[in-house]
């Protein structure tokens, strides 16, 4: 069977509060609202062994600083959050941490096309490496280092969210982004056509539409040659 494109993303964090904002308001927050994404937040304390402090980590076997999530809440999150999907529908597992694969626009179509995503947020040293083989996928946002997951998990759900059909209006718009076609996005102006002394260019004026997406064009190469010439290189 075909799958439909993304439908449910599941996050487990130490800090489930951090999420309220950001994905509850403009176009996340709308998707979910309009039933386009079932967003659901977890609270990894919610699935702790230790029901006396529900406490999550430990110290590092071999010494060392900080602290080491255990393996068995993790574990438990996991299984419990599948329980609640059909048989035949089980999470594509991402944990979200420095050492993964850099997110990109290419890489963020190809989980926006998986039914149903759970994304684990890291703390303190990481996660005990046992667990990993419940992951399926490690996913970075850039060489360098949060105090956690969850800024880089509301990164991931924003990019892959808004891929979803009708989450933005407009179809039109993603095929524009930048990076979707090799290059960057070309530049846009509206009213007042003089601003200041300065003009909008003629062109997007005229009315001319074959005029104008040329333009366009010629410009998203100009940009992207002047701001991010690597994008062009080949590979
Ligand atoms: N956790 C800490 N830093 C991170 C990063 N750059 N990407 C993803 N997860 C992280």
């Given at each position: 069977?075909?799958?439909?494109?993304?439908?449910?993303?599941?996050?487990?964090?130490?800090?489930?509060?951090?999420?309220?904002?950001?994905?509850?308001?403009?176009?996340?927050?709308?998707?979910?609202?309009?039933?386009?994404?079932?967003?659901?937040?977890?609270?990894l304390?919610?699935?702790?062994?230790?029901?006396?402090?529900r406490?999550?980590?430990?110290?590092p076997?071999?010494?060392?600083?900080?602290?080491?999530?255990?393996?068995?809440?993790?574990?438990?999150?996991?299984?419990?959050?599948?329980?609640?999907?059909?048989?035949?529908l089980?999470?594509?597992?991402?944990?979200?941490?420095?050492?993964?694969?850099?997110?990109?626009?290419?890489?963020?179509?190809?989980?926006?096309?998986?039914?149903?995503?759970?994304?684990?947020?890291?703390?303190?040293?990481?996660?005990?490496?046992?667990?990993?083989?419940?992951?399926?996928?490690?996913?970075?946002?850039?060489?360098?280092?949060?105090?956690?997951?969850?800024?880089?998990?509301?990164?991931?759900?924003?990019?892959?969210?808004?891929?979803?059909?009708?989450?933005?209006?407009?179809?039109?718009?993603?095929?524009?982004?930048?990076?979707?076609?090799?290059?960057?996005?070309?530049?846009?102006?509206?009213?007042?056509?003089?601003?200041?002394?300065?003009?909008?260019?003629?062109?997007?004026?005229?009315?001319?539409?074959?005029?104008?997406?040329?333009?366009?064009?010629q410009?998203?190469?100009?940009?992207t040659?002047?701001?991010?010439?690597?994008?062009?290189?080949?590979?």
């Amino acid at each position: 069977m075909k799958s439909k494109g993304l439908e449910r993303l599941d996050i487990v964090s130490l800090f489930p509060g951090m999420f309220d904002g950001p994905l509850s308001e403009s176009l996340i927050g709308k998707a979910r609202e309009r039933g386009l994404i079932d967003l659901r937040v977890h609270n990894l304390r919610d699935f702790s062994d230790d029901r006396k402090h529900r406490k999550v980590d430990d110290r590092p076997y071999g010494g060392g600083p900080g602290m080491v999530i255990r393996p068995e809440p993790v574990y438990r999150a996991l299984k419990a959050i599948r329980a609640t999907g059909t048989k035949r529908l089980k999470p594509h597992v991402i944990f979200m941490s420095p050492q993964g694969r850099l997110l990109t626009q290419k890489i963020a179509h190809d989980f926006a096309v998986k039914p149903w995503l759970l994304v684990l947020c890291g703390h303190y040293e990481g996660l005990d490496e046992r667990i990993m083989s419940l992951v399926d996928d490690e996913v970075s946002i850039g060489d360098y280092v949060l105090t956690g997951g969850e800024l880089p998990a509301m990164v991931f759900a924003d990019t892959v969210v808004r891929l979803i059909p009708g989450v933005v209006k407009e179809a039109g718009s993603i095929t524009r982004d930048s990076f979707q076609s090799g290059t960057l996005d070309y530049p846009h102006y509206t009213r007042p056509a003089i601003w200041r002394k300065k003009k909008v260019p003629a062109v997007l004026m005229s009315g001319h539409h074959e005029a104008i997406e040329f333009w366009r064009q010629q410009q998203a190469v100009a940009v992207t040659l002047r701001k991010r010439p690597d994008l062009l290189e080949e590979k």
